[in-house]
């Protein structure tokens, strides 16, 4: 048993690596900040101890996470508390000349099946979150994951059955569309086939896989990866076809995916987190192409189980044969252009 509590500073401490290719220019599309959750918070002070550990972060895009919601008013509104809350971190990241990352895209949480009940609820929400992020508005999430067996799970997401399949659901993401908002997508590998469904039926819309998908690997899917992971395979080479997708390579050490890094006396170095999910990045390269992907550290999620550098140099590691306007797009050009981050 570890003398530290994983996931603590203490416990992420115990593997340093010297950083690889500490020039390269990254943008980290997909962080989240909160308070009081695993254990401790997530917001500037935090965030920046990660993005200032090596790598060059130069931007990032703060993901929806239920943190920061309106308590008052309509219930339907409540979101736009979150993207008032991180529109004003991002403020401040930008300002600290101090840290050179800075918060340049927020991607908020819209319930889309609000546009079968009330398209003017939609609209009125959509209208609220983008003057809250005081320009920062670059899409929504709203999350599909959903398991029969939710107490197997650390992370659990009370989303409602067969979310990519309603139609109030599909009508919000049409909205969202002509809106020139994104769509990401985070759901579990059983649901793989109505994410295609979704896309397929909504090719409008420029949607963002989150999380590979989320391959599960505790539970009843604890001996199973190997079957999992060849459902999955072909799942993603069908998914590719959809070019109206993007995929996000990250996200793969949160503890419901089954490394068991999270209860481990220590965190992977780069060499082991590869050895255990190379095999997951290659083909996700070979099915989209680094003009549709782009890493992701998913932190503090991940950071439950790896460090900040860690992830990072596993990333170079992998990509290290590719040529330049790959990595390029990799670690920076399609974030840059999906999220329109351009300066």
């Given at each position: 048993?570890?003398?530290?509590?994983?996931?603590?500073?203490?416990?992420?401490?115990?593997?340093?690596?010297?950083?690889?290719?500490?020039?390269?220019?990254?943008?980290?599309?997909?962080?989240?900040?909160?308070?009081?959750?695993?254990?401790?918070?997530?917001?500037?002070?935090?965030?920046?101890?990660?993005?200032?550990?090596?790598?060059?972060?130069?931007?990032?895009?703060?993901?929806?996470?239920?943190?920061?919601?309106h308590r008052e008013g309509p219930e339907h509104l409540y979101p736009v508390g979150e993207v008032e809350h991180v529109a004003e971190l991002a403020r401040q990241s930008k300002a600290n000349t101090e840290h050179k990352a800075y918060i340049a895209g927020i991607l908020g949480k819209a319930d889309l099946r609000l546009a079968g009940e009330s398209e003017e609820k939609l609209v009125e929400l959509l209208?609220?979150?983008?003057?809250?992020?005081?320009?920062?508005?670059?899409?929504?999430?709203?999350?599909?994951?959903?398991?029969?067996?939710?107490?197997?799970?650390?992370?659990?997401?009370?989303?409602?059955?067969?979310?990519?399949?309603?139609?109030?659901?599909?009508?919000?993401?049409?909205?969202?569309?002509?809106?020139?908002?994104?769509?990401?997508?985070?759901?579990?590998?059983?649901?793989?086939?109505?994410?295609?469904?979704?896309?397929?039926?909504?090719?409008?819309?420029?949607?963002?896989?989150?999380?590979?998908?989320?391959?599960?690997?505790?539970?009843?899917?604890?001996?199973?990866?190997?079957?999992?992971?060849?459902?999955?395979?072909?799942?993603?080479?069908?998914?590719?076809?959809?070019?109206?997708?993007?995929?996000?390579?990250?996200?793969?050490?949160?503890?419901?995916?089954?490394?068991?890094?999270?209860?481990?006396?220590?965190?992977?170095?780069?060499?082991?987190?590869?050895?255990?999910?190379?095999?997951?990045?290659?083909?996700?390269?070979?099915?989209?192409?680094?003009?549709?992907?782009?890493?992701?550290?998913?932190?503090?999620?991940?950071?439950?189980?790896?460090?900040?550098?860690?992830?990072?140099?596993?990333?170079?590691?992998?990509?290290?044969?590719?040529?330049?306007?790959?990595?390029?797009?990799?670690?920076?050009?399609?974030?840059?252009?999906?999220?329109?981050?351009?300066?």
């Amino acid at each position: 048993m570890s003398a530290f509590e994983p996931g603590s500073d203490e416990w992420l401490n115990q593997v340093q690596e010297d950083i690889i290719d500490p020039e390269r220019p990254i943008i980290d599309p997909h962080h989240h900040l909160w308070l009081k959750r695993f254990n401790r918070d997530y917001v500037l002070p935090q965030y920046w101890a990660d993005t200032d550990s090596g790598h060059n972060i130069v931007k990032t895009v703060f993901m929806e996470c239920r943190a920061f919601y309106h308590r008052e008013g309509p219930e339907h509104l409540y979101p736009v508390g979150e993207v008032e809350h991180v529109a004003e971190l991002a403020r401040q990241s930008k300002a600290n000349t101090e840290h050179k990352a800075y918060i340049a895209g927020i991607l908020g949480k819209a319930d889309l099946r609000l546009a079968g009940e009330s398209e003017e609820k939609l609209v009125e929400l959509l209208d609220g979150l983008r003057t809250a992020s005081d320009g920062l508005l670059r899409g929504i999430r709203h999350s599909a994951a959903r398991d029969p067996h939710p107490e197997d799970l650390l992370i659990v997401v009370p989303a409602p059955p067969y979310l990519h399949g309603e139609e109030s659901f599909r009508k919000g993401l049409r909205i969202l569309a002509a809106q020139s908002l994104t769509y990401d997508s985070w759901h579990y590998h059983h649901q793989n086939m109505d994410f295609i469904e979704l896309a397929q039926a909504v090719p409008e819309c420029t949607m963002i896989l989150d999380h590979f998908g989320t391959p599960l690997g505790v539970g009843r899917y604890k001996h199973r990866r190997d079957e999992i992971f060849q459902q999955w395979k072909q799942d993603m080479r069908e998914l590719a076809k959809c070019e109206n997708v993007m995929a996000k390579l990250g996200g793969l050490a949160m503890p419901d995916n089954g490394f068991g890094w999270d209860k481990a006396e220590r965190p992977p170095t780069s060499d082991e987190l590869i050895k255990q999910q190379r095999k997951y990045y290659e083909h996700m390269l070979d099915c989209f192409g680094p003009d549709r992907c782009m890493f992701e550290s998913n932190f503090p999620v991940d950071r439950l189980s790896v460090n900040y550098v860690v992830v990072w140099n596993a990333f170079k590691k992998m990509t290290a044969d590719l040529s330049e306007s790959e990595k390029h797009a990799l670690f920076y050009g399609t974030a840059e252009r999906v999220y329109s981050l351009q300066d």
